[in-house]
């Protein structure tokens, strides 16, 4: 139960789109459309922008944009804005029952 | 409205117990299954333990950090999910959050409400 890969940081300015992966095996992400991604706020109760690797939840943003090649999957946010700046967790199935988050991703804007 | 209200972290010494409640309300609890997701004080997310609704016979299934250790449970009666902890280690310090699955069809899958979070310490 290895937990997944992300970037410890990512940054941006306001208006651009960033991109933060999360890369696994294909015992995990490679092998389900089983992805979702979490935006935390400091001392906040994780918040679901993305599930089964694309979706986006009634009321996310349209900013918010998930997709997966092999191994890897990416969250997207595009138009970058100030209330963006949070941690982000990707998570994944990874068979048996299992399930495994990525290690987290500080994303800030410049 | 959907809401998840864990109670009953506190301070603990290295091998005591300790059991954490997670009163649910706003949707049909029993039809849903519920996880245990925990952050250790800077740390990033782990995903803990989950159980099924009773519509998935109420499975239960656990992180290999807690096997054997942690237990799941839940009374749909009074719409509670618990997590009764043994054997605490220093490692299990955390924030432990309930979280609800997006889809009654869904085991661990995705989270679309979480709690606040109570706070484990485990210390000497």
């Known amino acids: 139960q290895s937990a997944l890969t992300q970037p410890a940081s990512v940054s941006g300015s306001p208006e651009q789109s960033i991109t933060i992966s999360c890369t696994g095996t294909?015992?995990?992400?490679?092998?389900?459309?089983?992805v979702s991604w979490y935006q935390q706020h400091p001392g906040k109760a994780p918040k679901l922008m993305i599930y089964?690797?694309?979706k986006r939840p009634s009321g996310v943003s349209y900013r918010f944009s998930g997709s997966k090649s092999g191994n890897t999957a990416s969250l997207t946010i595009s138009g970058l804005q100030a209330e963006d700046e949070a941690d982000y967790y990707c998570?994944?199935?990874?068979?048996?029952?299992?399930?495994?988050f990525g290690g987290g991703t500080k994303v800030t804007v410049l | 409205e959907v809401q998840l209200l864990e109670s009953g972290g506190g301070l603990v010494q290295p091998g005591g117990s300790l059991r954490l409640s997670c009163a649910a309300s706003?949707?049909?609890?029993?039809?849903?299954?519920m996880n245990w997701v925990r952050q250790a004080p800077g740390k990033g997310l782990e995903w803990v333990s989950s159980?099924?609704?009773?519509?998935?016979?109420?499975?239960?299934y656990y992180a290999d950090s807690v096997k054997g250790r942690f237990i799941i449970s839940r009374d749909n009666s009074k719409n509670t999910l618990f997590l009764q902890m043994n054997s605490l280690r220093v490692e299990d310090t955390a924030s432990y959050y309930c979280?609800?699955?997006?889809?009654?069809?869904?085991?661990?899958?995705?989270?679309?409400?979480w709690g606040q979070g109570t706070l484990v310490t485990v210390s000497s």
């Open positions: 159980m099924s609704g009773s519509g998935g016979g109420e499975r239960t």
């Open positions: 998570y994944s199935y990874a068979g048996s029952n299992i399930w495994v």
């Open positions: 706003g949707f049909t609890f029993s039809n849903y299954a």
């Open positions: 294909s015992s995990d992400v490679g092998g389900y459309n089983l």
């Open positions: 979280a609800k699955v997006l889809s009654g069809k869904s085991y661990g899958n995705e989270f679309d409400y």
């Open positions: 089964e690797v694309s």
